[in-house]
T-cell receptor
Framework: SQQGEEDPQALSIQEGENATMNCSYK?????LQWYRQNSGRGLVHLIL?????REKHSGRLRVTLDTSKKSSSLLITASRAADTASYFC??????????FGTGTRLQVFP | DTEVTQTPKHLVMGMTNKKSLKCEQH?????MYWYKQKAKKPPELMFV???????INESVPSRFSPECPNSSLLNLHLHALQPEDSALYLC??????????????FGEGSWLTVV
């Protein structure tokens, strides 16, 4: 069964705007990861945040984690058309059994 | 570019056929995975191999048979599949299954169509 629920399911923005995606999960975790998937392609790892971390940055990406609320957010700043993709959060507990959320489909218009 | 290579990229097979999907990684990773992904759905875990031994089988039907010939290779043997098995099959690897924070690297996937 799926661990995470993401919202929104779909998001459309203009280039240059920021995109925020949220992920909620149900049980305690060791870490949470975000992945990007272009249509029909494999998944690309974006960022990993451990349960004892609250925020991480990587380039235009900012991820936050609130373990008390069992939620995480991914912020993409100054979005580009090339950011158009599906974004998934994924959580793991004691092993690397990675459970994916439902995903957010992001469309960035030029 | 992904360092997990999957072949073939596309496969069409009949319900009585026997075929195999192949996956290879040269990152020295000791954990390898098979995921299944239906359209507009998240990937679902099928199998986990750790140090060439099957460690997790997510109650996958026996018509899917994984094999790990060595630490770099992972196969998925397919036999007597059903049309509902049509999906994108993703292979992945990570340094180890133990502990937290092992990034899992995915291949580009194999698109399977069962007719």
């Amino acid at each position: 069964s799926q661990q995470g629920e993401e919202d929104p399911q779909a998001l459309s923005i203009q280039e240059g705007e920021n995109a925020t995606m949220n992920c909620s999960y149900k049980t305690s975790i060791n870490n949470l990861q975000w992945y990007r998937q272009n249509s029909g392609r494999g998944l690309v790892h974006l960022i990993l945040i451990r349960s004892n971390e609250r925020e991480k940055h990587s380039g235009r990406l900012r991820v936050t984690l609130d373990t008390s609320k069992k939620s995480s957010s991914l912020l993409i700043t100054a979005s580009r058309a090339a950011d158009t993709a599906s974004y998934f959060c994924a959580t793991s507990r004691n092993t690397d059994k990675l459970i994916f959320g439902t995903g957010t489909r992001l469309q960035v218009f030029p | 570019d992904t360092e997990v290579t999957q072949t073939p990229k596309h496969l069409v097979m009949g319900m009585t056929n026997k075929k195999s999907l192949k996956c290879e990684q040269h990152m020295g990773h000791r954990a390898m995975y098979w995921y299944k992904q239906k359209a507009k759905k998240p990937p679902e875990l099928m199998f986990v191999y750790s140090y060439e031994k099957l460690s997790i089988n997510e109650s996958v039907p026996s018509r899917f048979s994984p094999e790990c010939p060595n630490s770099s290779l992972l196969n998925l043997h397919l036999h007597a599949l059903q049309p509902e098995d049509s999906a994108l099959y993703l292979c992945a690897s990570s340094q180890d299954v133990q502990g937290s924070g092992n990034t899992i690297y995915f291949g580009e996937g194999s698109w399977l169509t069962v007719v």
